[in-house]
């Protein structure tokens, strides 16, 4: 097998032994799903932080960017608690990034139910590096995504050089491996949920990313 995939069914193994079942959906994708549910409005200016590809012909159908248009759709068809992962393939124009393809896999996780905190965002990411990296230490920097308030991205003691400082982690000791957050009142808002009962976290990683770190 390719190695995308064992990680990718290691990681949706580790979630699921948390109580986290599979949502699915569509690749192919209209604008409310992939952008307005998610609090990114039209002409929001963070929907540049995604080159899309759009259909010329229906300029609100689209590759879907992120899974997280798959979790608006779970969300809109189920009420809490929610506890699901969503991998899948998702596409970005980025052809002069460092990424080597306009297509890479992804998973993201979303908890929702009452009393849901920050606190259980990282004891789960805590749980989830421990059963991938091993004894790698987590740190959680401030960051911003339109669809989560706290915003975070999370980093890993480097495991090429266990944290002293090498070529790989820019001698810092530390490797990005995904971001999360607290899922904005707005978004559950918009799909049907109650924010004044619910609230929840979320969080998404690149299944390469975690195979380079990996291998």
């Known amino acids: 097998r390719h190695p995308v995939s064992l990680i990718k069914n290691k990681i949706i193994e580790i979630f699921a032994n948390i109580g986290f079942s599979i949502a699915e959906g569509p690749e192919i994708e209209d604008d409310w799903h992939n952008f307005t549910a998610l609090n990114l409005p039209e002409y929001h200016p963070a929907r ?34 929610i506890r699901i992962i969503a991998p899948g393939r998702v596409y970005r124009n980025e052809d002069i990034s460092a990424r080597s393809h306009c297509l890479f896999h992804q998973i ?38 339109p669809f989560t308030e706290p915003s975070a991205e999370m980093d890993i003691t480097c495991n090429i050089c266990g944290g002293t400082g090498c070529g790989f982690c820019k001698h810092t000791g530390w490797v990005e491996i995904l971001g999360c957050g607290m899922v904005d009142p707005n978004v559950l808002e918009a799909c049907g949920i109650d924010s004044s009962i619910y609230s929840g976290y979320a969080f998404g990683m690149g299944v390469e990313r975690i195979t380079n770190l990996k291998y």
């Open 48 to 81: 540049d932080m995604q080159d899309t590809f759009f259909i010329q012909t229906r300029p609100d159908i689209l590759l879907h960017t992120h899974t997280s248009s798959v979790e608006v759709r779970y969300m809109e068809q189920n009420q809490p608690p």
């Open 108 to 145: 993201e996780g979303l908890y929702i139910d009452t009393n849901v905190s920050f606190a259980d965002l990282k004891q789960t990411l805590l749980y989830f590096t421990k059963e991938m990296f091993g004894k790698s230490k987590i740190r959680l920097r401030p960051s911003y995504f």
